[in-house]
């Protein structure tokens, strides 16, 4: 199983990104999958999840109203959009896949790459 994370650069404050989670060796449609980051010094924290259809979605209070995931099951890639950054945003960003979008949030089964986003202010 692989998941690999893929999107992140270097973005002004406000600015957008998308990241995208590609998977591989799993029947991804049967998979949640969750995002997460962690900031230099600081604990991974959940950032948002979707559900297996993409029907049901999570997120951070700090990042509601922001941050969109979405997933295309033919493709086998999660996407998270993310707009209005914030220098607090700045962060290596991972996904994992669990059994449901409530599970994968604190244990997830695979976990991906990071992929770094930084915002400048």
Known sequence: VQLQASGGGLVQ???SLRLSCAAS???FSRYAVGWFR???GKEREFVAAIGLNGASTYYADSVKGRFTASRDNAKNTVYLRMNSLKPEDTADYYCAAGDNSVVVRTSARYWGQGTLVTVSS
């Open 25 to 27: 060796g799993l029947t």
């Open 38 to 40: 962690q900031a230099p």
């Open 13 to 15: 404050a406000g600015g």
